[in-house]
């Protein structure tokens, strides 16, 4: 047939028409309120699996559907693209968005002609409208189908449902990665915050600083620079302090309370994210209402721009005015500040790229900048763990929103241990989740999705099974179909139609 590709010897190309039925059988589903109900949302796209779905009743169906037969095809006809069609093995309704097929070819070979990619490029050339792409009745009955002999198509058949089976398991396999995966990242944090991942360097090193006595430094140094910048400002008013009075102005970070956190391994200290964070650089909470987006103006991260794997989403990032940005000057960014979301999704975590130094975050976001005495690594995975998570979900409020206070921000405690073990567990723990990050699911889901689509091509080229030239060619075969379905008309003609034939004839 003029443009269509060559078939094998004893296969050829027949109109949809010819060896497919397409059932238009609509009733009022109020007389089949325990049947079955069937729409296109119930059929998984390009796999033929059925989804969960209920009865009739159950869906409050109301307008008029198609009744369909165990052995038939059930054929979405809206977005075709979706490729959505099922084989039923029971009897029940279906969407009057669907076509219920009866065919005279094996019915497991027009499923998987259905699925197949060419089978779908072919329809979406004749699907109508486009904001609710459809295919029709006369479309869809024009369109060709390769047809092989019977016993290939049986060949065919098995063959195919036993290598797509492997897929199947192999792909239902590949489901539970992503959650194991999480599970071992979550695994690996908590061993490392725990002090387990770093048990043998601690067993090596018995002799390094303690954080408590590390801590107590930075709690001085940070009073220090405290007094050294209140006395600078006071000077500048001209104000020259009599006695130490002024001094007790100072507000030293909340003290934590470790009553319900875990045990420590020796030589560890807890501290808040209050006195981790530098004097001159507070947690703070950004931008409350930063208007229309402004074209070239200053960009801000939302909740909504943060991937769950720490990256930024840019495409849908927006920008303030510098007017805005400048009332909120305290949580202006810098490359290498760590962002917290704290509104709606709470914990998901990014840090700040260079391209976005000046930027600003949002009321729903809080700004951490890591000191310099401590990895913004270290701090980033600290906030991934279950440690800190675990007092985010104490600390959290709301209903429909949950969220954080910035008090709240300030007052999570971190596991701070000496110096030198915190570079060795960001070492450790970094080239173990490096591990899990080599793991692709979504491209190794689309190489099964691949290698299905892969398989249906070279069943419908005659590349599958072997052809044996003792079948009866699909010509015999759709000759017989022709006559049988020529056959079945005649029957259905009104009697006295035919007896007026009859007379004619005589």
Request: glycine residues 6%; aromatic residues 8%.
């Amino acid at each position: 047939m003029k443009g269509l590709r060559p078939l094998p010897p004893g296969w050829m190309w027949v109109p949809f028409d010819d060896v497919v039925s397409i059932e238009s059988n609509l009733v009022d589903p109020r007389d089949f309120p325990d049947a079955p109900h069937i729409a296109p949302n119930h059929i998984e796209s390009k796999t033929g699996r059925l989804l969960p779905y209920v009865t009739v009743a159950a869906d409050k169906v109301t307008s008029p559907k198609h009744r369909f037969r165990s052995g038939q095809i059930l054929y979405s006809k809206i977005r075709p693209y979706l490729a959505k069609a099922v084989l039923a093995d029971f009897e029940g309704l279906c969407s009057a968005d669907m076509y219920p097929l009866s065919t005279w070819l094996e019915s497991g070979f027009l499923l998987r002609w259905l699925l197949s990619d060419e089978f779908t490029a072919r329809v979406s050339l004749e699907q109508g409208r486009t904001v609710l792409p459809k295919v029709n009745q006369t479309a869809l009955g024009k369109i060709n189908v390769p047809v092989p002999p019977r016993n290939e198509q049986r060949r065919i058949v098995a063959k195919l449902e036993a290598l797509l089976a492997r897929s199947r398991r192999a792909k239902g396999a590949l489901d539970v990665v992503p959650s194991l995966l999480e599970q071992f990242r979550q695994s690996v944090l908590a061993a490392a915050f725990r002090g387990d991942l770093t048990r043998d360097w601690r067993e090596k090193n018995p002799d390094v600083e303690p954080a408590s006595k590390f801590l107590e430094r930075i709690r001085t140094e940070r009073r220090h620079r405290w007094e050294e910048a209140e006395l600078k400002r006071m000077q500048a008013k001209g104000k020259v302090p009599k006695d130490e009075q002024w001094k007790t102005k100072y507000e030293a970070p909340a003290q934590i309370d470790d009553s319900g956190l875990q045990a420590l391994p020796s030589g560890w200290a807890w501290a808040s994210i209050e006195e981790v964070c530098p004097l001159d650089a507070p947690v703070v909470y950004g931008i409350i209402l930063p208007g229309d987006d402004v074209q070239g103006g200053v960009p801000y991260i939302r909740p909504v721009d943060m991937n769950s794997d720490g990256t930024i989403d840019f495409t849908s990032m927006k920008r303030t005015s510098s007017s805005i940005a400048a009332q909120y000057q305290r949580a202006s960014l810098r490359g290498g500040d760590i962002v917290l979301s704290i509104v709606g999704t709470i914990g998901k975590v990014i840090v700040v790229p260079d391209e976005l130094d000046g930027g600003n975050i949002t009321q729903s976001s809080a700004r951490l900048r890591p000191p310099e005495w401590l990895s913004g690594e270290y701090l980033r995975l600290a906030l991934l763990s279950s440690t800190l998570r675990s007092q985010y979900d104490k600390f959290r409020f709301g209903n429909a929103v949950q969220r954080l206070n910035i008090e709240h921000v300030r007052r999570l405690a971190i596991p701070i241990a000496p110096a030198e073990e915190m570079k060795f567990i960001v070492t450790r723990a970094t080239a173990a989740l490096a591990r899990a990050e080599q793991v692709q699911i979504v491209e190794q889901r689309q190489q099964f999705d691949k290698f299905e689509q892969s398989i249906l091509a070279k069943a419908f080229r005659g590349e599958l099974v072997s052809q044996d030239p003792t079948d009866e060619p699909a010509s015999a075969l759709i000759d017989r179909i022709r006559a049988q379905r020529e056959m079945a008309e005649q029957q259905q003609m009104p009697a006295r139609s035919k007896r007026r034939r009859e007379t004619t004839v005589a």
